[in-house]
């Protein structure tokens, strides 16, 4: 009886482990081309708004050059107006996990100026969708985030 208890506890504990064997690892997601992916956003943003150059959004948002392959950083407000993209392919995943850091920070910032004095634009920071796909890092304030979101996802890999 004691070997039968054992033997039965011995098959319950390797099927234990086994059930926590489950695949953990990210799929690796290709990313989209940035440019071409911001040239489909255009109806969705305001006639006027560029893109940074590359100079600007490493000294404005603290993202080093060394971290990005590629990237589209705008930040637009004109009053009636608030758009804010980021769409950054890393070179790692540490290097995502800084940027992701940055990219919250400013969405903090964004939700702290807005909230006192621009409801609307503090509703879309509220509503903002930041993300980590791959080794990418998207990241949209906009009234037509929805939007972007599709251009995004349906852009060719």
């Given amino acids: 009886m004691k070997k039968l208890i054992c033997a039965l506890l011995a ?9 926590c064997g489950g695949e953990t690892e990210e799929k690796n997601v290709a990313a989209p081309n940035m440019t071409d992916v911001f040239a489909s956003m ?20 603290g993202v080093k050059a060394e971290d990005c392959k590629q990237q589209v950083v705008l930040s ?28 919250e920070a400013r969405l903090d910032s ?5 909230q006192s004095y621009d409801q609307n634009a503090y509703t879309l920071a509220k509503n903002a969708k930041l993300f980590t ?7 949209f304030v906009s ?10 996802r349906s852009a060719e890999r």
């Fill in 76 to 103: 637009y407000y004109d009053g009636a107006v608030t758009a804010e993209i980021w769409m950054i392919e890393a070179v790692s995943k540490t290097a995502l996990k800084e940027i992701k850091k940055l990219a």
């Fill in 11 to 19: 098959v319950m504990m390797l099927l234990s482990l086994t059930a």
């Fill in 133 to 139: 796909e791959g080794d990418c890092l998207v990241f």
């Fill in 42 to 61: 255009h109806e969705q943003l305001p006639e006027d708004a560029v893109a940074f150059s590359s100079e600007y959004v490493f000294d404005a948002y």
């Fill in 110 to 114: 964004m939700k702290d100026q807005f």
């Fill in 143 to 152: 009234e037509n985030v929805d939007q972007l979101m599709e251009i995004y």
